[in-house]
């Protein structure tokens, strides 16, 4: 019921068009950031103050083969943080900096990332994390500081939503033809591809672990790795044939991962995962675990 009424609500922006979504992505970075400073005040203070449910040192387990889906799933999420990092080079006047700030950048949200990780492992401890950390909170005792943290995903999904739907609607259209569509096609038949998909889904299943699990180990793994890898190195050949053998070593800018044995290395990770997952997926069905 709550799926409907969200998509009901949310979904027809999906048919429109936004030019600007300035504010939406301001809105999006304020809650992100709001709710993640709250989170961690919250987690340090139950440490400091000695209400957290801080595990003995061999009940931490450092690794868990068959939480690896998981953690490729997770880092989906993770990878947003580089999703928007284009924007930062695009408007640098000066891209011999274009190094400093990506590795700020990149260095800022892997810190906020173990912040947030550490401080909630020693204040609930591993085996009491909800599958959505939000959720440790809605027993805090400020009641509004528990509705906002536990609406947050909500917030943020709304944020996003939008702005997800439109790229996803005109990536579609951009495969299957460049051509103009008829009205129906590209402004209903297009926007309805974009929706219905992941409403059947969250109509299906309501357990984020498993969502997060196959999202991270099949699609996560392509857009993270294969499909970049596969540009880069496509992109190389061409550049080669249309410029010649030197044409790489002109930009000054060039990555310090200019070596063809970098995207290789990624696409035999990619295998390596995919295989470790499915082999695990397997056998947890054989053994009925």
């Not at 959505?132 to 906002?148: G, K, R």
């Not at 579609?172 to 038949?189: A, C, G, H, M, N």
């Not at 974009?194 to 991270?216: D, F, K, Q, R, S």
Request: proline share 5%; net charge positive; charged share 10%.
């Amino acid at each position: 019921m709550f799926v409907m009424i969200y998509v009901l609500c949310i979904g027809p922006f999906v048919f429109f068009n936004a030019q600007k979504t300035t504010i939406l992505q301001i809105l999006s970075s304020v809650l992100r950031h709001t709710s993640f400073f709250i989170m961690v005040v919250i987690a340090i203070q139950r440490i400091v103050q000695k209400e957290a449910d801080v595990p003995a040192k061999n009940e931490i387990k450092t690794f868990v083969l068959d939480k690896i889906p998981n953690f490729i799933g997770v880092s989906v999420y993770c990878f947003m943080c580089q999703h928007s990092l284009p924007s930062f080079i695009t408007p640098m006047k000066h891209q011999k900096r274009a190094t400093i700030v990506l590795f700020s950048s990149l260095t800022g949200c892997l810190g906020v990332y173990l912040l947030v990780c550490y401080s909630a492992t020693f204040s609930f401890g591993p085996e009491h994390l909800e599958k959505i950390y939000t959720l440790n909170f809605e027993s805090f005792h400020i009641l509004a500081v528990a509705l906002f943290l536990e609406l947050y995903p909500v917030f943020c999904l709304s944020a996003s939503y939008p702005i997800i739907g439109f790229t996803l609607r005109n990536n579609l259209k951009t495969l299957f033809s460049k051509q103009e569509y008829p009205w129906v096609i590209d402004r209903i038949v297009f926007p309805l591809l974009t929706i219905i998909p992941p409403t059947v889904i969250g109509l299906a299943t309501a357990n984020v672990e498993i969502l997060v699990a196959y999202t991270g180990a099949f699609s996560g793994v392509a857009i993270q790795y294969i499909f970049p890898a596969c540009f880069v190195l496509l992109g190389r050949m061409k550049v080669k044939r249309t410029f010649g053998r030197e044409a790489a070593h002109v930009n000054k800018n060039h990555s310090i991962f200019a070596s063809n044995a970098w995207p290789i290395g990624l696409l035999v990770w990619s295998v390596a995962c995919m295989g470790f997952v499915i082999y695990y997926k397997i056998a947890s069905i054989v053994t009925g675990s």
